[in-house]
């Protein structure tokens, strides 16, 4: 009887040793973030928000969580530290700021001034929402009444909608009647908070926007973290903000450079960030800070006429596994295009080995994917290749390597498509290229976004007009990631031929290497391709003449 108690008494004991381990090991994979945004004056912001981003999305990927706060109630998370991570903070009508937190932080408080937004010359307030699938070509043109308040009515049968005020600088704003929500899927300089509003029971939607109720002077920024940061955090933290500022106020002045109809390209001035770069390295002594630095200056690399000493100086410093290449990983390639890849092939293995970022990884085996076809090394290049396309398909460059580095291109001229069929917008089901009975097939892969495309409209109804419809065919295939938008676009632009859809991310577009839009692809009548020619077939004149060729129009 003893001997069982004896036993009882040793099983709970692990029991709890066990208990108090997870805990611990819990408790040491998360660390604790304190954030407080404020205006130029130091108040805390009525609402304000922070976003969680995975670096191997980049800077501009949609986060995965979001949290909101206000100055009665700031912002305390609980997130994982096991892996670097990117911070978005955000507020209503405010630019947002970036930081870069390296794995191992633990308690964090964050307090952020953000800029205000820049003012677009005449700047025409639009409503979209969800009222209109957010399109911008269908936004409802909002009217200034005698109070200098800009109006909108919104026939919707929605009973509530979401909506921002667009035309405005690279971003957009919330309005100002309605309740601020945060947006949980931002992009880039997307909208962070959109407004919420009811019918309250009329037919309508009224919308208001107040422009006084926005400062549009030019605030300055700032982030700082408290005192128990770790020097090496609070370095890259403060490296990687600063860059992505300099980033934006590049774009941002780049764009009223061209609002001014001021002539000849516009020449940004890094000095300031080049010593305020200078000056945090000096700030927070650690390698870390200093690899930071360097990276933060290849961000900008043509700009700063940087060297192939520079590149490997880099490449050289900076370990296969270190998480600081997450800052952006795509520079990987900027530093190797700056050099011999040659040179650094085995760093560029180990990384692609060693790395624990899927997106570095990805970065890695796309430049082994390019030394190994500069050195023909086809065993190498099967290996590599299809390693990249199997294990990451859905790393960004895949249509590019496709289209360049297939050891089979999968669009040839006497060849067929290795897709023949795409999701009709005709209704439901598929449209198959086998089943039209047109012998001459146009493939149109375009977007509603896309500028080109929609220049390219008017030759594309030329063309529809000019052959024999017997003879010949267009199908646009949008890569829209909503097909909604095509209906919207159909009803300005008519496009009275075939239409399917296939989004940009997909499986088929990756592997058919399309990289951008418009592209068009010419098929004869066993659907084997004719032309990809894409500088032949975007030309209008060099297309019909290509027609008359199989038509016999000669």
């Known amino acids: 009887m003893k001997r069982i108690l004896l036993f009882k008494y040793i099983f709970v004991f692990i029991m709890l040793g066990m208990l108090i381990s997870c805990s611990n090991s819990s408790t040491s994979n998360t660390g604790k973030l304190s954030v407080n945004i404020v205006d130029e004056s130091g108040v805390s912001l009525s609402v304000f928000g922070m976003n969680l981003i995975d670096v191997n999305d980049g800077w501009f990927g949609t986060p995965n969580k979001s949290f909101m706060g206000s100055s009665d109630e700031h912002i305390t998370a609980n997130i994982p530290n096991e892996k670097a991570i990117i911070v978005k903070f955000i507020a209503p009508g405010y630019q947002p700021k970036y930081t870069f937190l390296t794995p191992g932080f633990e308690n964090l408080e964050f307090e952020v001034s953000l800029k205000s937004p820049i003012k677009a010359v005449n700047p025409n307030p639009v409503v979209i929402g969800s009222f209109n699938d957010f399109d911008v070509r269908s936004g409802i043109e909002m009217k200034q009444d005698d109070n200098g308040v800009w109006v909108a009515e919104i026939e919707t049968e929605l009973d509530t909608i979401k909506y921002v005020i667009n035309n405005y600088a690279l971003t957009s704003l919330p309005g100002t009647n309605g309740k601020l929500v945060i947006n949980k899927n931002p992009n880039g300089f997307e909208r962070n908070f959109l407004t919420e509003k009811h019918k309250d029971g009329n037919s309508v939607i009224s919308i208001e926007f107040d422009t006084n109720k926005f400062n549009f002077e030019k605030a300055s920024s700032l982030l700082s973290i408290g005192d128990n940061a770790p020097s090496n955090i609070e370095g890259v933290a403060k490296i990687y903000t600063r860059m992505t500022d300099e980033h934006m106020d590049q774009l941002f002045a780049a764009f009223s450079h061209r609002q001014r109809n001021e002539y000849g390209s516009y020449n940004h001035d890094f000095s300031s960030f080049l010593n305020d770069v200078e000056k945090l390295v000096d700030e927070y002594p650690s390698s870390e800070t200093v690899l930071a630095a360097k990276m933060a200056k290849f961000r900008f690399s043509s ?238 004149d060099d297309f019909t003449d290509i027609l008359d060729k199989y038509l016999n129009k000669n």
């Not at 003879?471 to 239409?499: G, Q």
């Not at 296939?502 to 499986?507: F, G, I, L, M, V």
């Open 303 to 540: 700009a700063l006429n940087l060297s192939a000493e520079d590149a490997n100086g880099l490449i050289d410093s900076m370990p296969a596994d270190s998480p600081l290449w997450m800052i952006d990983f795509s520079l990987l390639t900027t530093a190797l295009n700056f050099t011999e890849l040659e040179n650094q092939i085995e760093k560029v293995s180990s990384i692609a080995k060693e790395s624990s970022y899927k997106s570095l990884r990805g970065e890695a085996l796309y430049n082994l994917v390019r030394y190994y076809q500069n050195q023909e090394n086809e065993e190498k290049l099967h290996e590599t290749f299809f390693e990249l396309t199997s294990n990451y398909p859905d790393f960004y460059r895949i249509p590019y390597v496709y289209q360049n580095y297939a050891p089979e291109q999968p669009i040839a001229e006497g060849k067929p498509l290795p897709y023949n069929e795409f999701t009709s917008l005709e209704g439901s089901g598929t449209l198959n290229l086998y089943e039209l009975d047109e012998p001459y097939l146009l493939l149109d892969f375009w977007a509603t976004w896309c500028g080109p495309c929609i220049a390219a409209m008017p030759k594309l109804h030329d063309l529809h007009e000019q052959y024999d419809s017997s003879e010949f065919a267009i199908i646009s295939i949008s890569v829209d990631e909503n097909p909604e938008r095509v209906h919207s676009f159909r009803n300005e632009w008519e496009m009275p031929w075939y239409h399917a859809h296939q989004k940009q991310s997909s499986n088929v577009i990756r592997e058919m290497g399309i990289v951008g839009v418009p592209h068009y692809i010419l098929l004869g009548p066993d659907r084997t391709v004719l032309s990809n020619n894409q500088t032949e077939l975007r030309s209008g």
